[in-house]
């Protein structure tokens, strides 16, 4: 099961963002977001508790990575939305070639 409220925070949602171009340790988290390492880690145990993002320990410090499992299933729960999308899309291009 999905869980969205997970992602619904904007924090949390950049940090994904941050994670997608590569492993990011805390503290470059931190500098990038402009807010507090307690901050950031609350929301790194949220993701990773969600299962969004893993962690390894790289000598004295843990790096964070992106899972794209979660990503996937909300792709797949999208998809027919999308589909819905695009028939509309469809249907007013049609309407406009017409016009």
């Known amino acids: 099961m999905i869980d969205f409220a997970v992602i619904a925070e904007p924090t949390r ?17 931190v500098t990038q977001l402009g807010v507090s390492q307690p901050t950031v ?5 949220v993701l990773r508790d ?4 893993a962690s ?8 964070y990575r992106v ?3 979660p990503l996937q299933d909300i792709d797949a729960w999208l998809a ?4 819905m999308w ?7 291009e049609q309407h406009l070639d017409r016009s």
Do not use: M, Y
């Open 56 to 63: 390894r320990v790289d000598r004295q410090r843990r790096v």
């Open 13 to 29: 949602r950049q940090i994904l963002e941050l994670l997608r171009r590569g492993e990011r340790p805390v503290g470059e988290l």
């Open 50 to 53: 969600g299962g969004f993002v």
């Open 80 to 83: 027919p939305f999308r589909a």
């Open 86 to 92: 695009s028939s509309h899309l469809d249907q007013l």
């Open 41 to 45: 880690s609350k929301h790194l145990r």
């Open 67 to 69: 899972r794209t499992e």
